[in-house]
């Protein structure tokens, strides 16, 4: 495993008296956006000469589990970046610092509604981030056109299921294999509750009652979630679904039709050029829902200087910088100010849909609760047994049952006084058994605040 440590970007250590040091780690996600972080930083440190920012990478793919590490050890930083589900943990913990009396209202009424959705924990803001996600289907524009469909005009115009499934198979008549629609079959992980959650919630269903005490029973396996996701199933057992092994099912000209979101984008515009389309999802109720969430920063509860430490989420979020990530990893700007100032997601860019999606109240949190990592899990071996045969009642019925479990066993996460308070979940205490038994094997280190460590780079996404 590999952390890097970066001390002191701007200047030596030990300058003075009056140096104030920032802690700061970040997942190594891609080369572009570690440069990007870096650069920012340095730009920062030059504002702010009296400011040292010691910044920490760690492996996206052990990231939790070397925070939780941390955490356990006492030796979390002054700035902390996290996937935004798992943020609700972190908070429920006790390991974060609300940031409602330090944010700017200023800064806040910039940011997309999505990122504040997202940063929410009971009523108080933990993390905001620079960037969110988009969740879409991407369309072979000549193809849809050749078939004679209808093609919708915004969110609010997104095609019904029933309307979908119809273009489904019109579009399989004409082709030459059958399958028109990739779904990502070949992702794994989390892609299964962020895609195709919405489609239960557009359905009046959802992966729980979101409720303080609601329950996943009654809501998951609800007749609206049981037919969305039997009429997903329908269509992969109909043949209309590519597989996708290879990843090129959409880039090869396979299928006109790929579920996806804003990563996608530069692969399918090489690809497909000005015949590239971004349409809403379809919906199985009465309006689109979509997904939303990406990483986002939160200032540790022991932070010794939050007002610093917001200094320079704030200048994370400026225009300029938020641009300059957005570039980076193809994100969509978290603030409005970046978005008009954006050739892609601006009004009149390629990906204003994924824009507007966030800004107009179609895209919907997942839900925010620390149970969410189990109820993700759950819904993901549901979806893979759905996807395969099993009954959508069924499967459904054995993950919500599941997800109850983890809610009564930790009696719905109650507030606790200090971080390791009442915490019983199913999924906690094999974390910590994996930490104690990999950091015996020296496969995992909780990161010394005294003493950098640099193990072996993560590829990142």
Not at 223 to 239: C, D, F, K, N, Y
Not at 304 to 327: H, Q, T, W, Y
Not at 355 to 367: D, F, N
Not at 412 to 440: D, K, M
Request: with cysteine; charged share 25%.
């Amino acid at each position: 495993m590999a952390v890097l440590l970066l001390a002191g970007c701007a200047g030596e250590p030990g300058a003075g008296d009056s140096e104030r040091v920032l802690e700061l780690w970040a997942h190594a996600g891609r080369e572009a956006e570690r440069r990007t972080l870096e650069a920012q930083i340095r730009r920062f440190e030059a504002e702010r000469p009296e400011v040292r920012v010691e910044l920490t990478w760690i492996p996206e793919g052990s990231y939790n589990g070397q925070v939780q590490a941390a955490a356990l050890a006492g030796r979390l930083p002054d700035v902390l970046e996290f996937d935004g589900p798992y943020l609700y943990s972190y908070a429920w913990q006790g390991h974060l610092r609300p940031l409602d009396d330090l944010l700017p209202e200023a800064l806040r009424e910039d940011l997309l509604p999505s990122i504040l959705a997202q940063g929410t924990y009971r009523d108080h803001l933990y993390g905001i981030g620079t960037f969110d996600s988009g969740l879409g289907l991407w369309a072979d524009r000549d193809r849809l056109e050749e078939a004679g469909v209808r093609i919708p005009d915004g969110p609010d115009d997104a095609w019904s299921t029933a309307e979908f499934t119809s273009l489904l198979e019109t579009l399989a008549a004409i082709d030459d294999d059958g399958p028109v629609l990739d779904l990502k079959l070949n992702y794994t992980g989390e892609w299964f509750s962020y895609a195709f959650s919405p489609l239960l919630q557009s359905a009046g269903g959802d992966l729980v009652d979101r409720e303080p005490q609601g329950v996943a029973t009654g809501t998951l396996d609800s007749p609206e979630s049981v037919s969305a996701m039997r009429t997903l199933q329908s269509w992969i057992e109909r043949g209309l679904v590519d597989p996708n092994l290879d990843d090129a099912a959409f880039t090869q000209g396979r299928v006109p039709l790929a579920w996806g979101g804003h990563w996608n984008y530069p692969a399918y515009r090489d690809a497909l050029g000005e015949h590239l389309l971004l349409l809403p999802l379809p919906r199985h109720g009465d309006t689109l829902v979509t997904g939303q969430g990406s990483w986002q920063w939160g200032i540790t509860r022991n932070a010794p200087d939050p007002e610093l430490a917001m200094d320079l989420l704030a200048f994370l979020l400026r225009p300029e910088e938020v641009l300059a990530m957005s570039e980076a990893n193809g994100g969509v700007p978290a603030t409005h100010r970046a978005v008009l100032r954006s050739a892609d997601y601006g009004p009149d860019g390629p990906l204003h849909l994924f824009v507007r999606q966030l800004a107009e109240g179609y895209a919907m949190p997942r839900p925010r609760t620390p149970a969410y990592p189990v109820i993700s899990d759950a819904f993901d071996r549901a979806f893979q047994d759905i996807r395969h045969g099993a009954d959508p009642g069924e499967a459904l019925t054995e993950a919500a049952r599941r997800i109850d479990r983890e809610l009564r066993d930790n009696r719905h996460y109650p507030p606790v006084a200090a971080p390791t308070t009442g915490y019983r979940s199913a999924a906690f205490p094999a974390l910590a058994q994996t930490i104690a038994t990999e950091s015996a094997e020296g496969a995992i280190t909780a990161p010394d605040r005294q003493r950098p460590f640099v193990p072996a780079p993560d590829p990142g996404r």
